[in-house]
T-cell receptor
Framework: DAKTTQPPSMDCAEGRAANLPCNHSTISGNEYVYWYRQIHSQGPQYIIHGLKNNETNEMASLIITEDRKSSTLILPHATLRDTAVYYCIVSRNDMRFGAGTRLTVKP | DSGVTQTPKHLITATGQRVTLRCSPRSGDLSVYWYQQSLDQGLQFLIQYYNGEERAKGNILERFSAQQFPDLHSELNLSSLELGDSALYFC???????????????FGQGTRLTVV
């Protein structure tokens, strides 16, 4: 499975959009991009996934570049409850998490 | 509620002992994953099962073993426990309806293991 690179931490103001980048330059054609988040020590929570088209659900939007080498998770109106570690994974089969991005939403 | 059930929620045991952690996947999910998360560390992938068969193996110690039963529940066995094995252990499940096609995984709330 391809590896991912994410910034270790980011801050965002409450009510603003949070844009979390992920690089996955070695992604192969049949690997999906998944995003999860972990709030404190709770079980990770699935957010969204996609193959090559942009995706949107009630939680977030996922923008995947045309060459699929990077993606951005967008939380359109971040709240304090969105403070968490966000993980980007590219996977065809197993799911191996990297270090993720610690997002802190500030009042 | 993700639909994935892990038991027990907390476990305290002594060094050298053996414990078994249990995971019941969501109804209909065929694939089960196990992860270890030490304090303030990331999620370390241990092992994945699909419909009773081992599918992928990560950084799982030889003292650890797992299996998935015909009813699809899974158990993670940890033996000869050391202080460093203290961690949160998460289980996740996914549908994985066809080989090579993955879907989102849902995580349980974890078992917190403390080795004293």
């Amino acid at each position: 499975d391809a590896k991912t690179t994410q910034p270790p931490s980011m801050d965002c103001a409450e009510g603003r959009a949070a844009n979390l980048p992920c690089n996955h330059s070695t992604i192969s054609g049949n690997e999906y991009v998944y995003w999860y988040r972990q709030i404190h020590s709770q079980g990770p929570q699935y957010i969204i996934h996609g193959l090559k088209n942009n995706e949107t659900n009630e939680m977030a939007s996922l923008i995947i570049t045309e060459d699929r080498k990077s993606s951005t998770l967008i939380l359109p109106h971040a709240t304090l409850r969105d403070t968490a570690v966000y993980y980007c994974i590219v996977s065809r089969n197993d799911m191996r998490f990297g270090a993720g991005t610690r997002l802190t939403v500030k009042p | 509620d993700s639909g994935v059930t892990q038991t027990p929620k907390h476990l305290i045991t002594a060094t050298g002992q053996r414990v078994t952690l249990r995971c019941s996947p969501r109804s209909g999910d065929l694939s089960v994953y196990w992860y270890q998360q030490s304090l303030d560390q990331g999620l370390q992938f241990l092992i994945q099962y699909y419909n009773g068969e081992e599918r992928a193996k990560g950084n799982i110690l030889e003292r650890f073993s797992a299996q998935q039963f015909p009813d699809l529940h899974s158990e993670l066995n940890l033996s000869s426990l050391e202080l460093g094995d203290s961690a949160l252990y998460f289980c996740a499940s996914s549908v994985d309806p066809a080989q090579g096609v993955n879907t989102e995984a849902f995580f349980g709330q974890g078992t917190r293991l403390t080795v004293v």
